[in-house]
């Protein structure tokens, strides 16, 4: 082989790994890969849809699948944030935590139902079939047996209820399972003797959000000074990283905190971190 040729071997394989790689890598950092709990994607999403307005050099992509698999999505690398809707466990506690906002689970009955308020001692006792029948409950119109809704082992919500409502106690296995928020809503409202919780900024028209303990679902409620009038069944919606978050994925973090992702997360029915 020719010398004059051998040199210009040797100087296209030096462009290609010091002048594309640099490129390569840098269109790799600007991509942020987000999987997780399916209560946080909706916000997620419309999040990253605001922030990918602004900033066209940046694509976020969101998946669900639950905020187990957003812990184990974060623990390994698959995804760059994981997204979860309840605590973390100690075995978890590596993991870097951003509050993305806070979010109400609510009690939801049918709307010809005439209960109003529930004790959460009582909604205890209901999902753990220690409470069977709607006559129990005060207030309610219903008198047959209530059909007592839960979400799937594994889901946030789920995970979230068991710890501030239903404590040591747990979720008979009599409960219907069912493994999203929608399935939830709509068997509520087409079934008087329904009970389920779903998350607040799922809450529509066609199901009727419970008070507890006397506090209703109600967003100045969520945040109030007194303790009293404040309404307690509040989770937090997480974000997790393996390490400490940066490059793109801070940027969008530091987004979330501006004053306009502050407003989307209000406007989605959500309580933002001030």
């Not at 119109?141 to 059909?147: F, K, L, P, R, Y």
């Not at 507890?212 to 967003?219: F, I, R, W």
């Amino acid at each position: 082989m020719r010398p004059a040729l051998i040199r210009i071997i040797i100087l296209i394989s030096f462009f290609t790994c010091y002048a594309i790689s640099p490129v390569s890598s840098f269109a790799q950092s600007r991509k942020v890969m987000i999987a997780g709990s399916t209560s946080v994607q909706p916000i997620a999403e419309k999040l990253a849809e605001h922030f990918m307005q602004k900033r066209p050099d940046i694509k976020i992509e969101v998946q669900g699948g639950g905020s187990s698999a957003g812990v184990q999505a974060a623990l390994s690398g698959a995804a760059d944030i994981g997204m979860s809707s309840r605590e973390l466990k100690e075995s978890e506690a590596a993991l870097k935590k951003f509050v993305v906002a806070y979010d109400a689970i609510v009690l939801i009955a049918n709307k010809n139902n005439a209960v109003e308020d529930v004790a959460r001692q009582d909604i205890k006792k209901i999902f753990a079939f220690e409470i069977t029948s709607w006559k129990n409950i005060k207030g309610s119109s219903a008198a047959g047996t209530i059909t007592v809704l839960t979400r799937e082992d594994g889901s946030g919500t789920r995970g979230a209820f068991e710890e501030l409502v239903m404590g040591t106690a747990e979720i008979a296995a009599r409960a219907l399972v069912q493994d999203s928020t929608g399935s939830i809503r709509e068997i509520v409202s087409n079934d008087i003797d329904a009970l389920g919780y779903i998350s607040f900024g799922s809450l529509n028209d066609k199901v009727k959000a419970l008070s507890v303990d006397g506090v209703k679902p109600l967003m100045q409620n969520f945040i109030a000074g007194d303790a009293a009038s404040r309404y307690k069944v509040i989770r937090p919606f997480l974000f997790l990283t393996r390490e400490p978050p940066a490059g793109a994925a801070l940027e969008f973090m530091n987004y979330i905190r501006s004053a306009e992702g502050v407003d989307i997360i209000k406007k989605e029915g959500l309580v933002p971190v001030l």
